[in-house]
């Protein structure tokens, strides 16, 4: 499924962005983990579009990269529908999601999710935030969310869900703060995946293309999942084993890059 994003969106995207003061003004301004060439920002703000054209995301969501020289430090958009970011949007963060930069630029009020992830997670270079809609049900019901295909062999490992509510009471749902984002990076724990109930989604990856990738395929994974359990009118689903994840995924590892490339001529970033 394609998502579109319009400019409408974009600014409606906006209601869910922190203010300049919610990301650090007022305080010292971290230092910067250094520049970083053109195209490293060019294939990082193809991600963003990346995942709005596969239907992950649509006028909110969100990827983030850790510094490629700096692991105390992350990439992020300012507060902008994915679909419509570019090199110019990127920022940058401490792994207390404190900009690095004074520059008046919003960013995302969750940015709170990537810098606990990266801080609990020196593995992890990158990590996506959605609501993809396929996905969101498995946070709500006791059904696990299962490894349908090759592609989604990661999920074998076990998702495990993030219920907000259970050390936070009611919340408006969002990881608007650190407590929040370390209760988050707790549940996730080794696992490539997370879920958050009634909100979306958490995908991390060893580098950028497999965040993304893992992102794409949980989405088309719990598509397949949902039809499996129609067809098969809730008989038995031989989704695969812990064991067949783990050497198909180490296989996906290394093609990853085939879909990245399609991926980005389709963003018109090849």
């Known amino acids: ?107 995302f009020l969750e940015r709170f999710i990537h810098g606990q992830i990266f801080k609990a997670r020196p593995d992890v270079m990158a990590v996506v935030h959605s609501h993809s809609q396929s996905v969101i049900p498995y946070g709500l019901v006791d059904t696990p969310l299962r490894a349908m295909f090759h592609n989604a062999a990661f999920l074998a490992e076990g998702v495990p869900v993030f219920d907000i509510s259970k050390k936070f009471g009611a919340t408006d749902m969002l990881v608007g703060n650190n407590d929040k984002g370390v209760e988050l990076a707790s549940v996730l724990g080794d696992k490539p995946v997370v879920l958050m109930r009634a909100h979306g989604s958490v995908a991390v990856g060893p580098s950028l293309q497999t965040a993304v990738f893992r992102a794409v395929y949980t989405e088309v994974s719990a598509r397949m999942q949902t039809a499996a359990m129609l067809i098969g009118g809730g008989g038995h689903i031989a989704a695969l084993s812990k064991e067949e994840g783990a050497l198909a995924d180490a296989v996906n590892l290394g093609a990853a890059s085939r879909a990245w490339d399609l991926w980005k001529r389709r963003v018109g970033a090849a």
């Open 1 to 107: 499924m394609r998502l579109n994003t319009c400019p409408c969106c974009a600014a409606f995207a906006g209601s869910f962005a922190a203010s300049p003061s919610e990301t650090g003004a007022g305080a010292p301004i971290p230092k910067s983990g250094g520049p970083l060439d053109r195209k490293v920002l060019e294939e990082f703000a193809a991600a963003s579009r990346i995942l709005a054209d596969q239907g992950v995301v649509d006028a909110f969501g969100h990827v983030t990269l850790r510094h490629p020289h700096a692991p105390d430090r992350f990439l992020m958009a300012r507060a902008l529908a994915p679909a419509l970011v570019t090199a110019d949007d990127i920022m940058e963060f401490d792994l207390d999601s404190v900009a690095c930069e004074n520059k008046g630029r919003s960013g």
